[in-house]
């Protein structure tokens, strides 16, 4: 186990992608490549290109915790796993791992496991040898089968019978048990998963999602785990940090994330269904938006200040009197709560509200909504700061 600390951590891409030089070329005259990189002009040399994937990150991931990466596409994710795995090297800032600078130490030195999406298992060899590689490699062959019998152990039922097997004959499901496997048998100090479900069906995913709970669970490996699935994040992780364009923007445990974002993307990214935010002005302590007005609790924001409101789907309900009205575009039946969820289309909003799973709306309904503003979220309409 470590505790892993980064300190302003920047990763920059210089390098053009080939595709994006081949059709500048052709094109020539004014052309922006699709990532936010160069800018060529008639008679004029390119701008470098430069994308900053991690722009001053700094995160702690305690000993022995789980640490969720979560973020829309694009953002960083997996560069900083891979960044903190030490296969690509920093433009700027620190990454240690119990105080020990990374800077010179390479990634087979770190005490690392991955565990990837496409499960990275050699095929031509069958999955004790895929198990028991990092041993072999290193001539310490008289720990083998000691080592892949505890392994077995430690992965539970059924796991003995893969071990004559090669990837090609297992399932997906079988295939990341093994590649969960050959991790544990390196005795990481630092787990790292790189989105490890995303391949698997749902049914697949729920029972590996199970077990590596208990594994997390029982050996205490500090880890950082990479999803763009929340329910894995909620389900295996320990504390979450959001990203966006290469920034960290909140860190924090799932509960806290709900009910504290620290800002409008945090709110809206996390969390099902995304929370509902509304733009408009104060004036004579009611909130006007270009639908609806309701007044607002103290303390609130100064007139004629542009704010951001923000409710969850539980907090805008069916109410023949409310402020909102429009139509019901979808009808989202959710069981385990005994409700559903609807999807709403005023005059200038889009709103997902919650309602008792027999109160007998139908699709094109014409409906008004109730807003309990006691559980309002107030962010800054220019920033998008929590106020």
Known sequence: MATIRLYDVRVVFEDEPMVDRSVRNVVGGLFRNTTGGAITTHGGMPEPFRVNALDGVNLEIRHGETMGILGPSGCGKSTLLRAIAGLIPLTSGTITYDDRDM?????????IGMVFQTYA????????????????????????????????????????????????????????RVAVARCIARDPTLFLFDEPLSNLDAKLRVQTRSELRRLISRFKITGVYVTHDQTEALALCDRIAIMREGKIEQVGAAQFLLEHPVSAMVATF?????????????????????????RLPEPRPADGRRVLLGLRAAHITLDPDGPLAGEVALVEPTPVTRSVLLYVESSRNKVIAQAPQDAGIRLGDRIRLGLDVSHAHLFDAHSGRRL
Request: hydrophobic letters at 35%; glycine letters at 8%; proline letters at 8%.
């Open 270 to 294: 996390f969390g099902h269904p995304p929370m509902n935010v509304f733009e408009g002005v104060m004036v004579e302590e009611h909130f006007h938006a270009d639908d609806f007005s309701i």
């Open 121 to 176: 298992l050699y095929p031509h060899m069958d999955s004790e040898n895929n198990v028991s590689f990092f041993l072999r490699v290193r001539r310490r062959d008289e720990e083998i089968p000691e080592k892949v019998r505890e392994v077995s152990r430690v992965m539970g039922i059924g796991f003995d019978k893969l071990l004559s097997r090669r990837p090609a004959v297992l399932s997906g499901g079988e295939r990341q």
């Open 103 to 111: 800077a010179n130490i390479p990634p087979h030195e770190r005490g």
